[in-house]
Every structure is written in C-alpha cells, then in structure tokens.
C-alpha cells in the first residue's frame, strides 16, 4: 500500500477519498479538510476569540489541536459532569494538554454551574440523560462564551456525528431539526455563532490524528449513554457506507447543499419565535422560563418536573 | 400467545401494529390494510377497471386475490421476460391462479413486445438489468391498460418496497423520485392512473397472507437481481425497524403527510416538461423517442445504446 501523494509506504487508508496516505500526508489531508470547512462555510477568522468546548475526546482535541497550531485564539471550556472516574479522566486530560502547550482552559463542573448534581436533575426531570447533558452543555457554552466576551462557539462534531443525526431527523422528519442542520449556525439575539469544522472528518480519522500525534484522549464510552439513540444511527451509517462508499459524505453533503434550503421556510433561524427567558434571556420556544432556568426553580427540584417547557 | 381480537390462540405476531392474531383476524387485519389504504387515497373505485401487473411474486398474488374477492373489475398482464425456469414458474402461478377463479389475464412475452430478448436488450443497453425491466415493464402495463380500456394500473408494492425506495432516494437526495412517491399517480396525458393499495403491509405481512390463503407464489430471486440496490435498502430498513419497531411506516408515512408536500415544487406531475415520444406518444424527459421505442429502433440494436436517452 502506497501513499497515494508521495508514493512512500502508506499506513491509512482512506477508500471514499480513493487514496492512501503516509503519516505525513494523513496529517496534511486532515489539517486540509479541516482548513477547507473553515473557509467553505466562513466559519470565523484569526481576530475572531473562539470559545470552543472539549470533553477530552478524540474529536474536541483533534480541533483543540488544529486551532491552537494554526494560531486562532482560542479558549477552551471542559464541563466536569461529575460521572465518576470518567470526569476525573476527562479533566485530567485537559488539564495536561492545556498545561503542557500553555493554552486557555477554563473548567466549570455541573454541580457549580446548576447547584445540583448532575443525577439530581436526571431524578428531577425525565429527559435522557443524553438529551439533558446536551441541553445544559450548549446552554453554559453560549454563555460562557458570552461572558468570556467570545465571539464563536466551536464544537467537535464530526461527519459520522452529523449524518447520524441527519438520519435521525429523516427517519423521524423532524422539520425543525432539519432545517437548522448546518455546520454554522449565525449569531441571533441570545445566541452566538456556532460553527463545526470538523464535518469533513469521520470518526476513524479524527481517530487516527489524535493517534499519530501522540494527544491522549479519554478511551470507553460515556456511563450514562447506555440507551442513546445515536449510536444506533452511527451503526446503521457505517453499515450503509460499508457497502455503498462515499455514501455518508454524499448524504451530508448534498443534503447541505441541495436539500436543506428547500426546506427551511424561515432561513435558518434557530427558534421559532423570538421568545427570551424572563430569567436570563436565553432563547425559548414559548416565552416560558428556559429549560436550565425551569430546572434550577426551587420549586422543580424534587418535583417530577412534568411541568417543565421542553425547550 | 393470543390474539388480540379474540383472545383464542395466536400464529402471527404483528409488534409494529402491538397486535397478535389469530389466522382469522390476521386475515382480516390484511383485508382492512388494503381496504383503508384504497379509501384513504382514494384509488379507485367498483366502478373503475384496473390492469394490475401480476409477476407471480407474494405481493401482486395478494392484491390479486383481495381485489378479485371484492369484485372489483380486473384485468392482471403477465409480462413474461423470458428468464428460463424463473419465469417459466412464475407464467405457470398466475395461469394456474387465473384458471381455478375464472379471471382475466393476458400473457405478454417481452420477446413479442419488443421483438427481440432481455438478454439482447441488456446487451444493446447497458443500463442496470433491474432498472430495464422496470422501465420496460412500467411502459407496457400503462400501454396494455390503454389498449384494453381500463382506467386504472395497479401494482403489488408494499410498504418494504416503498421504504427502501424511500432510503434509497433520501440517501442519494433524489429530489425529482422523492416528488413523485406517493401510493397514486394521477392520471396525466399518455399516463393512466396508477396505484399501489398495499402499502400499508410488509413483506413478511403478504408472505403470511399468501401462506394462510394456500397461494402459490414463486420464490427463489430473479436470476437477474444480482447487484440490485433494492434489497441493500430492504435489509438495512430491516435493521432499523429491529432496533426501533414501528419506524419503518413511521419513515414512509410521516414522509406522506408531513414532508412530501414541502419539497413538490408543481405538484404531483410526473415529468418535468409535457414531452411526448414523437412514435408511440408515451412521457419522455427531453422530447426524443421514449426509452422503449429507442431500444426498438432498428440503429440501437447491434450499437452500444450509449446515445439513447436516459428516460
């Protein structure tokens, strides 16, 4: 097997780009691809600050990394979630990166952003433990980003990560999470711009960047993922792929670029209506308090919280 | 097990419907399907005479045998496509069916229709085997139905049909095949009404109708269905609905209601532009001869069939 640039022997292969690659040229196709989406969605510039989130897995540190070697000004945020060993290892991770390279890390833990543990609020509320980490996650970004005086959130989300939930979305034809599926979502009252440049990148390569560069990562899966659905869909994708090649890219990619605008009726708006939560004015979807407000109310702790806006 | 109608002793369970039935409701759950399915759509009605196209297969012998029973006015066409054994079977099933019950059918050799083999046309062709029997098949059902008066040209696809095309053309974001699925095709200049009343039973639902009815259907594949992606399609839906019962008519019916309307841009119409074939005055995309009477034209048999237009 041969790098498909330098003809050199080729340790990655990478059939759906046709090629193979050396070390070398795997590291130079990865920074690529990541540079491309950069610039193909005008992601955000060099005066831009950008806030981007990192749990220690092999997709935020991928971007951590590319970001940092490339100059952006970058802080990152790691949200301890206080799941046991898997947090402290997540942290610890950070924690050395950051130090190691002298780079920006701010580390908040649930329990001090909410007041609560994290399994209180699961007891409290009956969202997914997935759907509720998510939830309160993007919230404490966009406002740590917005305290931090930042001008993009940056999150790690890859190619297998968005074709799982695009197919989620047509399975289920979500409309509203159809529309809004895009790598940047623009800045609107409440919110800050919100970009993914890793979209060209699977989970195997971003795999193999953090492996050849020697970044460690925090290895086995989430304690509190058991039941995700989307895992579901990522296995369904790869069997897809495994015998169609090329086919995940295709799916993403013309959805972004032929399929989406057809369906959004409003542009990309991402709230129906220019609802605020009259707490902290983060946006609604009925003029209600917002779901990480609702879940802090005195009054929500301990109930069941049936009551609370699904936001 | 029991029956969820009568609580006797249950055979098929049906956990998508959270129903069991006996063979005697199960019987009648097939009936009621295909029977909301014709209301709902408004297919048909006693009325209207209907060509159904009868390949011998559990699907069309189901409709075949629910719609004689309701007396309805049928004409089944047989198309023989001359694939040895396979279709010798397949010819003796629906005589065989067609006799016993006093129904009308017509036996159509493709040889006669086109008035050269399938093997000759692959070879002057090459378009994929399945996609040339079905364009060729599609032609000469609405053609005979035409020629024998009726109004109506029904077929046997059911709902594992209808998903996986539906997987098919999401994945690949087929936006013109996407417009136009739908269980009717009304009718249009040179196009006859055309129908499709068991999409709402799966596979295995009209293998178990065929079964309890003592039907004989041919079984074994086509000879010719090596490299189809249909059954790619099939057996990954299969996949999905077995980690998640109940999304497969979930997929193909909320894509009816909710979704299909926002991406037709003129409606249901069946060609982009009124095109007709300048020789038998059958649709075509681009005002050339249609596909079936390119193949016929005395130039394309012997030649490689690159020119012809891609119907």
């Not at 759906?16 to 050396?22: A, L, Q, T």
């Not at 699961?122 to 993007?138: D, E, K, M, P």
């Not at 086995?220 to 169609?244: H, L, W």
Request: some cysteine.
């Amino acid at each position: 097997m041969k790098c498909t640039v330098c003809g050199e022997p080729a340790r990655i292969n990478a059939p759906r780009h046709n090629s193979k690659f050396c070390e070398r040229h795997f590291l130079r196709f990865v920074f690529r691809q990541v540079w491309r989406t950069i610039e193909e969605y005008r992601m955000f510039t060099h005066r831009d600050t950008l806030l981007l989130g990192v749990s220690g897995g092999k997709d935020s540190m991928t971007a951590w990394n590319i970001l940092a070697e490339q100059g952006y000004t970058v802080h990152a945020v790691h949200i301890d979630m206080g799941f046991g060993d898997y947090s402290r290892r997540s942290e610890e991770i950070v924690r050395t990166f950051a130090a190691a390279r002298d780079l920006a890390l701010s580390v908040q833990t649930f329990e001090e952003l909410m007041g609560f543990t994290f399994q209180h609020a699961l007891q409290i509320h009956r969202r997914r433990a997935c759907a509720l980490c998510g939830t309160v996650r993007r919230y404490f970004l966009n406002r740590l980003a917005r305290d931090l005086g930042c001008t993009v959130v940056v999150t790690g989300h890859n190619l297998d990560d968005e074709t799982a939930t695009l197919l989620g979305n047509v399975l289920h034809w979500q409309m509203g999470y159809l529309e809004r599926q895009y790598p940047v979502l623009e800045a609107e009252a409440g919110l800050l711009r919100k970009v993914k440049p890793l979209v060209k990148l699977t989970d195997e390569e971003t795999g193999w960047y953090v492996k050849l560069r020697n970044i460690d990562t925090v290895s086995g899966t989430c304690p509190y993922s058991r039941g995700a659905t989307s895992p579901v869909y990522k296995d369904i994708m790869g069997e897809i792929e495994k015998r169609m090649i090329g086919i995940k890219a295709d799916f993403y990619f013309n959805y972004l670029n032929r399929m989406r605008e057809q369906l959004s009726s409003g542009g990309s708006s991402r709230a129906d209506k220019n609802y605020f939560c009259p707490e902290c004015g983060y946006r609604t979807l009925k003029g209600e308090l917002c779901f990480v407000c609702s879940l802090k109310r005195p009054a929500a702790r301990g109930s069941d919280g049936s009551s609370l806006p699904a936001d």
